[in-house]
């Protein structure tokens, strides 16, 4: 895997690329409609702007003085970024606000202190002005990096994200992998099918499972994937960063809540993916103020156990799933994995097979995996 920034709070500048994908075979489904125009990150903005390097110097020092302020405050608050952390962060910064032509030049002088050329003109990818509001913003009011410059990292993509979206994690990740190394490579009829990634957010698992399908593909003939999600905002997001990457008739985001949009494939299904809310109600409060006060409660509260969006999932994924389509969900940990397991056990005897749990890359039992019977 890719991993331009590993921090968990990341984003930078990529390259708009796009992988070449067959064209699968196409149905009567249509897309839905988006009634929210999604922001664009920073990255991809013209360099519309300018200010001087004695500007921009004057605004660095200024920013890299409020990120060492902070100190380990907020790791001792709720285990939030430290000064070490945020001054990174605003090396990034700078990478995606710099027009790209100069970039290295200019940052080498900011690191070193040159003051050769003061009022050389600098070209930005945004007003100097609104850099010093959203750096204030990350700091004193904990706006999720990510959010700051509109994209996250994830695997081998660049994912636009925005507020109203959940911010993909890199544990997530691990879903794709069991799509490649336990589903595609036990059952490779199963890249030819029709998938789901529900709850889609930025639309990141649909868009790695649509490019997992087009690599395990015979001939002409690969899968698509339906994405479903009710926030208007993610539903937004997703379409982009599908048509971003060239995937628009590969991926299809639809607006609803879990199965409710895939009557039209009940039963044919070859695979259902989901990373759902899971944190329990009680918890929320207790969460980084990153993740609590800014990202959706839509896409974490789970309610009272944190289990009822998983349970529903398991309850549809029964009738969904084709005879040998496969099943991945993310949850809490161990204690959800367990109770799960269980409830499959004990609620769908006889539905599927070879169920398994999945640790994360922490070792936490965190994936709950199966095949329809």
Known sequence: MLKLRSSGLSCGVCANFQIPIPRCF???????????????????????????????TKWHKWAKNLASSVGSSFIN????????????????????????????????RLESGNNENPDVRVALRAPLEEMYCVWR?????????????????????????QEGVLIPRPET?????????????NAPELAQGFWADLGTGSG?????????????????ACGRVIATDLSPVAVAVATSNVQRYGLQ???EVRKGSWFEPL?????????VLSNPPYIPSGDISGLQAEVGQHEPILALDGGISGTNDLLHLIDGVASMLK?????????????QCKFLVEYIENEKPGSFRDMNIVSDFAGIQRFVMGFRR
């Open 249 to 251: 008739d590969v991926v």
């Open 263 to 271: 009557k039209d494939v009940q039963g044919k299904l070859a695979g």
């Open 77 to 108: 608050l709720d285990n939030g970024p430290d000064s070490t952390l945020l001054r990174r962060e605003l090396n990034w910064l700078l990478q995606d606000l710099i027009e790209l032509q100069h970039r290295s030049v200019i940052l080498s």
């Open 323 to 335: 005879p040998g389509g496969f099943f991945a969900f993310e949850t809490n940990g161990e204690k």
């Open 137 to 161: 913003q990350r700091i004193e009011k904990r706006r999720p990096f990510q959010y700051v410059v509109g994209c996250e990292h994830w695997r081998d993509l660049v994912l636009s994200v």
């Open 173 to 185: 990740e691990v879903i794709i992998d069991l799509v490649e190394g336990v589903a595609l490579n």
């Open 204 to 220: 990141a698992i649909a868009i790695a499972t649509a490019r997992a399908l087009a690599t395990h593909a015979h001939g002409d």
């Open 26 to 56: 196409m149905n009567s489904i249509t897309t839905s409609s988006i009634d929210v125009k999604p922001k664009v990150p920073l990255y991809l903005s013209p360099p519309s702007f300018s200010a001087s390097l004695s500007e921009l």
